[in-house]
């Protein structure tokens, strides 16, 4: 009976021991986290994406670290929500720049033109403005760990038409190879939804189907049969993606915005000029003519295509014309007209009759 007391006694002593000596450990640990902080805090000179990264870990979290945009830190663990101090106008604003799509080596640094440098330091400009812990990753994987315009892009790119089939790193360095030019200036000055240019860059599905429209045709056009193939892999993946059906062979050119992006379709031959404006639902097809290789519209330059208009056929739409919402055209449109239903093409006075009727909209009803 005494052994089994004996026994009892040197059990209750040890759990004793175990336990001060894990309340010991803890309160070693919380010392040196306070002083790991202390230390982040007066002595490290902490560059913003640092102290972005610390904000997101939850020992680290403290006064010291930037805080994002809407919130404000409490202690070192609880965040509350507060009211962000609203940007002036003049903040949001940029200069109205026109983008040069080569290299911008032969004007002057303080002229208004959007270099490809001059993009990506708006981007990781802005990227500092508007982060948040969301969209921390997001960030640091396409814009802070990028060294260049043509790096981010491909990255965003890659991240969002790799699947089990394409690999995410063999598609990054086959953009890099082919990408040319971009257009998050025009959604910026052109889209009212638009409020700053990483918005664009990120989120348009219409400025990243263009682009990967863009590294197909090269593909296609300049590649092998395996490039070719790949260039029609990539053309599934944009319409699985992004909801726009682009062939690889279509011709698009510089300052071309795809507004919504949605249930868009480019025939193989179609062409589209520059600095066109083309909503959702738009189908530049064929008219389903047997053994007619050419099939599809050639779009001029300024051209303004409204949402779910078909334009079907091997026809000019010229310089500067607008088709209607909803249209159906299959014949050809001359410079500066107006199309709506179904090829009616609208005279001069009827043209100017709307447009008066539109002085005081807010609409581009006939004319834009």
């Not at 986290?33 to 020992?59: D, N």
């Not at 400009?125 to 790096?151: A, F, G, M, N, V």
Request: proline share 4%; hydrophobic share 45%; with cysteine.
């Amino acid at each position: 009976g005494g052994g089994k007391m004996w026994s009892f006694i040197l059990g209750q002593e040890n759990r004793r021991r175990a336990g001060r000596q894990a309340m010991l450990l803890r309160a070693c640990m919380l010392i040196l986290v306070a002083l790991a902080e202390m230390s982040l805090a007066l002595v490290l000179p902490l560059s913003p994406a640092t102290t972005r990264k610390l904000a997101l870990h939850p020992r680290l979290r403290s006064q010291t670290c930037r805080k994002p945009r809407g919130f404000v830190w409490q202690g070192s663990l609880r965040m509350t929500s507060v009211e962000p101090e609203k940007a002036s106008v003049e903040t949001q604003i940029y200069p109205d720049f026109a983008f040069d799509f080569e290299s911008g080596a032969s004007f002057p640094l303080d002229a208004k033109v959007m270099t490809a440098k001059k993009m990506f330091q708006i981007l990781r400009k802005e990227s500092d403005e508007h982060t948040s812990l969301i969209l921390q990753k997001l960030l640091d994987k396409h814009i802070y760990s990028r060294r260049s315009l043509t790096e981010a892009i491909s990255s965003l790119l890659a991240a969002k038409v790799c699947s089990s089939d394409l690999d995410e790193q063999d598609l990054y360095e086959v953009f890099l190879k082919v990408l040319r030019k971009l257009e998050t200036s025009l959604c910026k000055e052109i889209d009212p939804a638009t409020i700053f240019y990483l918005q664009p860059f990120l989120f348009f599905k219409g400025f990243h189907a263009v682009q990967l429209q863009r590294m197909s045709h090269a593909l296609w056009t300049e590649g092998d049969e395996g490039d070719k193939m790949l260039a029609l892999a990539l053309q599934s993946r944009s319409a699985e993606e992004f909801s726009v059906d682009a062939h690889p062979g279509a011709v698009i050119k510089h300052a071309v915005l795809l507004d919504h992006a949605s249930g868009i379709v480019i025939g193989e031959t179609a062409a589209i000029g520059h600095h066109c404006y083309i909503l959702h639902g738009v189908t530049l097809g064929a008219t389903g003519k047997a053994n007619v290789f050419d099939r599809h519209p050639k779009v001029g330059n300024r051209v303004k295509i409204g949402a779910g208009s078909m334009i079907l056929g091997n026809i000019p739409i010229a310089d500067g014309a607008v088709v209607g919402a909803s249209a159906i055209v299959t014949v050809p449109v001359a410079e500066g007209e107006t199309v709506v239903g179904i090829n009616r093409i609208l005279d001069v006075s009827a043209k100017q009759a709307a447009e008066a009727r539109a002085a005081d909209m807010d609409t581009w009803l006939y004319s834009i």
